[in-house]
């Protein structure tokens, strides 16, 4: 027996596939709302003040990074800087920016480098007070300049620049990383919210899906063979961005149909229940409430469940 088509295990997939189009719709409509407010630049920004802050010079690094015209000619408007500065280019701003700001100006140290960018970055790592920052900066300097093992002095220059460039690009990447984790986090929270308020409008109340589909055999089927049809259409690839591109208006406007789910504005609590006992609202928002966890957790982790119970598909003798 092929514990797939277990009448319960069946409900609990279409429940499940029910939550990775819902987490698709209400990802899309965060994705525009983060794109039209620079959302992910605006989270970047605050994050790189805020870890490049250096409070023993009275400087903040990522202000005048993105004060630098090579990265305000990437931002749309002020209050929407953007969040795609490429490594290499933070790397060298920053060397710039740090050799020619005036604190170091003002008082520059000589040294032997002829590169005046290089000259200046150095003159600010004897110029500069002890911070997390300059500690950092020093730190990146002094291994840039032990790693060089070359006899001519422009070739020197060159490479002690290019390994101090690699040093803070290998900095910025992690940092990045980290970010987008944080911003994932940050997200979460949002989708929850949207998700909350849009089940509640269109009615994708879990409790009643699950219900729903343990008395309409038919749904359930309609919705098991969209996912596996789905499955074959993208060579069991289930990325948000395949997910997106595979499932279509078509698509969820014939599946709607022909499983003929209770979803949709006619079905909704300011519509189709207006005279109802408090029992039953109080189970219609705990629903709506499991909903919006389930749309929070993204569709890629749906289809992951989704992908691994397939998998693991066991027959029952």
Request: one cysteine or more; aromatic letters at 12%.
């Amino acid at each position: 027996m092929d514990v797939l088509n277990i009448p319960l295990v069946q409900v609990m997939l279409s429940v499940i596939i029910s939550w990775a189009l819902f987490a698709i719709f209400i990802s899309l409509i965060q994705e525009s709302i983060a794109q039209i407010m620079a959302e992910r630049g605006r989270f970047l920004k605050a994050y790189l003040l805020k870890q490049l802050q250096d409070d023993s010079n009275g400087i903040n690094w990522a202000n005048l990074v993105y004060l630098h015209g090579a990265v305000d000619l990437l931002t749309r408007e002020t209050n929407k800087p953007t969040n795609d500065i490429n490594p290499r280019l933070f790397a060298e701003v920053l060397i710039e920016v740090v050799g020619s700001a005036h604190i170091v100006q003002a008082t520059l140290q000589k040294n032997n480098y002829v590169n005046p960018t290089l000259a200046n970055f150095k003159s600010a790592m004897q110029t500069l007070k002890q911070s997390d920052v300059t500690s950092f900066l020093r730190l990146s300097m002094s291994n840039a300049e032990l790693q060089l093992n070359t006899t001519t002095p422009d070739a020197i220059e060159s490479g002690i620049y290019n390994q101090l460039a690699l040093q803070i690009e290998n900095w910025y990447k992690e940092f990045v990383e980290r970010v987008n984790l944080w911003y994932k986090k940050r997200m979460r929270k949002k989708l929850f919210i949207i998700g909350l308020i849009l089940s509640i409008i269109i009615n994708v109340d879990s409790i009643q899906l699950f219900n729903y589909f343990r008395v309409t055999p038919k749904s359930r089927t309609a919705v098991v063979n969209y996912y596996t049809e789905y499955i074959a259409n993208t060579d069991s690839s289930h990325s948000a961005i395949d997910a997106k591109t595979a499932i279509t208006q078509e698509s969820l406007d014939s599946l709607v149909k022909v499983a003929d789910l209770p979803v949709g504005f006619d079905y909704s609590i300011f519509k189709a229940y207006p005279k109802r006992n408090t029992r039953f609202f109080v189970w219609k928002i705990v629903g709506f409430i499991i909903t919006g966890f389930a749309g929070c957790f993204g569709a890629p982790f749906w289809f992951d469940v989704l992908k691994k119970a397939y998998s693991k598909n066991i027959k029952l003798s």
